[in-house]
């Protein structure tokens, strides 16, 4: 079956570092992967996508690599800042389950001043 | 385009009450979802619709939900009566066809039965 893994938060970082959030994923077929945003009171916003291997999805100074080898697709961000501060969503969208998306359980990001 | 609408902002509600959820989705989007989110157990797919037909319900989590889609501009999820473990926030969104699209979220009902 389908199914994101996102590493465990709540994640804090200082002003300016760098930023790594990872996600495996499992998939029957060919998935796009995409990155969704949600600042506090918000609903999720996209944030990046990838619809095939090796593609890198960028926006905002994050990216991620869609690796089928590793079944990755890692957020990253060079120097993150205070209004980075939010929860972050791996999902992935099946060809087979198109339609439905399954999302990863959130990782938390605090940056600090 | 002014994005997935979703009302109320809040609700608060007491135990036995039924409470209404409403929807609009982006005009063209061929599929609704609704989703709930709680600290416990994150985002949870309730249900979702494809051109206003409901075809996969298995998320609801028992008979007080019931969610509608009359046409392709408005959708209902409805609790009767709530309860006070269904406080959460409820998230519709909306998609078009294709792989390659996102989903479009709303902005959440934040419901509170107490």
């Known amino acids: 079956g389908n199914s994101v893994t996102q590493m465990e938060g709540p994640v804090t970082l200082s002003e300016e570092a760098f930023l790594t959030i990872n996600c495996t994923y499992t998939?029957?077929?060919?998935?796009?992967l995409f990155w969704y945003v949600q600042y506090p009171g918000e609903g999720l916003q996209l944030l990046l996508k990838?619809?095939?291997?090796?593609d890198k999805g960028s926006n905002k100074g994050f990216e991620a690599t869609y690796r089928k080898e590793t079944t990755s697709f890692h957020l990253e961000k060079g120097s993150v800042q205070v209004s980075d501060s939010a929860v972050y969503f791996c999902a992935l969208s099946d060809q087979w389950t198109g339609n439905q998306f399954y999302f990863g359980t959130g990782t938390s990001l605090t940056v600090i001043p | 385009d002014a994005g997935v609408i979703q009302s109320p902002r809040h609700e608060v509600t007491e135990m036995g009450q039924e409470v209404t959820l409403r929807c609009k989705p982006i005009s063209g989007h061929d599929y609704l979802f609704w989703y709930r989110q709680t600290m416990m157990r994150g985002l949870e797919l309730l249900i979702y619709?494809?051109?206003?037909?409901?075809?996969?319900d298995s998320g609801m989590p028992e008979d007080r939900f019931s969610a509608k889609m009359p046409n392709a501009s408005f959708s209902t999820l409805k609790i009767q009566p709530s309860e006070p473990r269904d406080s959460a926030v409820y998230f519709c969104?909306?998609?078009?066809?294709?792989?390659?699209?996102?989903?479009?979220f709303g902005s959440g009902t934040r419901l509170t039965v107490v």
């Open positions: 619709f494809n051109n206003n037909v409901p075809i996969d």
């Open positions: 990838a619809t095939k291997a090796d």
């Open positions: 969104a909306s998609r078009g066809q294709g792989l390659d699209y996102g989903y479009t």
């Open positions: 998939a029957t077929g060919y998935p796009s």
